[in-house]
């Protein structure tokens, strides 16, 4: 699919992103959109700058844990290909 232009609306501003899927980038331009705002009224603070940090923070947070998860699933994958090897082989 080649990619193509997508205007996005992030905080209040305007983004010109270019991507393979438009709807994929408008959904997590939402989803960004989202979390800053959460985290600017929790924060009580508009600063844009702070605000795309902390946003930063949490999403690289969320990554790191389902990084942890997918490795755990990967070592029980194998451990359950090593105990079928055993009784299959």
């Known amino acids: 699919m080649p990619k193509q232009p ?7 501003q305007s983004y010109s992103i270019v991507a393979e899927d438009a709807r994929e980038a408008e959904e997590i331009a939402h989803q960004i959109d989202e979390l800053m705002t959460t985290i600017a009224g929790r924060a009580g603070s508009g600063d844009v700058a702070r605000v795309a940090v902390l946003a930063c923070f949490h999403l690289a947070d969320r990554l790191r844990t389902a990084e942890k998860q997918l490795a755990e699933v990967g070592s029980q994958s194998e451990r359950m290909a090593e105990k079928l090897e055993e009784v299959l082989g």
């Open 6 to 12: 997508v205007r996005v609306h992030i905080f209040n």
